[in-house]
């Protein structure tokens, strides 16, 4: 079973910059749906962007023009490069991979970034 290991998480001032890595234990496949979500505290877990095969990428509306999600196919890692940095954007980040044909639904343990106003 594959497992995924985010990275990357710190304290940031607002408006500054992180780069949160998920590293799994094999390729990401072309048919893998890669996603970001992040739990603020106190609330559920949201979806921040997903990487679907075929499609382009989709942001939540909170994130969009800020968070970019980057990975690769036959790659390991997937990135969320994240500018502009706001206090609401404190919170644990999760990787997720999901592919329905392979059964495979597998989370990351987070990472924790909080943001300084």
């Known amino acids: 079973q594959v497992q995924l290991v985010e990275s990357g998480g710190a304290l940031a001032q607002a408006g500054g910059s992180l780069t949160l890595s998920c590293t799994a234990t094999?390729?990401?496949?072309?048919?893998?749906?890669l996603s970001w979500y992040r739990r603020p505290p106190g609330k559920e877990r949201e979806l921040v962007a997903v990487?679907?095969?075929?499609?382009?990428?989709t942001y939540a509306d909170s994130v969009k023009g800020r968070f970019l999600l980057s990975r690769e196919n036959g790659e390991k890692i997937m990135y969320l490069r994240m500018n502009n940095l706001k206090p609401e954007d404190t919170g644990v980040y999760y990787c997720?991979?999901?592919?329905?044909?392979?059964?495979?639904?597998?989370w990351g343990q987070g990472t924790q970034v909080t943001v300084s106003s």
């Open positions: 094999h390729n990401f496949y072309g048919d893998d749906h």
């Open positions: 990487s679907s095969p075929g499609a382009t990428t």
């Open positions: 997720n991979l999901r592919n329905s044909l392979m059964g495979v639904d597998v």
